[in-house]
């Protein structure tokens, strides 16, 4: 599914998987939880070195590197799938490049 999207704030997620975003579906009005995990420099990185069981300093380092989303911008989003635990929804979405 793709979504026309503003991202209203980013953080990297704790586990060092991904971006953790707030997005703003322009078309449906709506606000969902997301996880960026493809389409930022550097995360490609990171997610390979969490993969190969990296160490925490050099999670952090990688993690410092990741270019993070711009903010307020309508952006093309790839969603990829619906992750649920609890009732908890999040959104897990690639980051398209702008046409």
Do not use: W
């Not at 993070?68 to 929804?89: D, E, I």
């Amino acid at each position: 599914m793709y979504m026309n999207a503003t991202i209203l704030d980013a953080q990297m997620s704790g586990f060092f998987d991904g971006v953790d975003v707030n997005l703003y579906d322009l078309d449906e009005k709506e606000t969902y939880k997301g996880q960026i995990v493809e389409g930022l420099g550097g995360l490609a990185e990171l997610r390979q070195l969490k993969k190969q069981n990296g160490s925490p300093d050099a999670l952090e380092q990688a993690a410092a590197q990741v270019e993070m989303p711009p903010l307020m911008q309508p952006l093309p989003v790839a969603v990829r799938r619906v992750k649920v635990n609890k009732g908890f929804m999040k959104l897990v979405c690639r980051l398209e490049p702008a046409q």
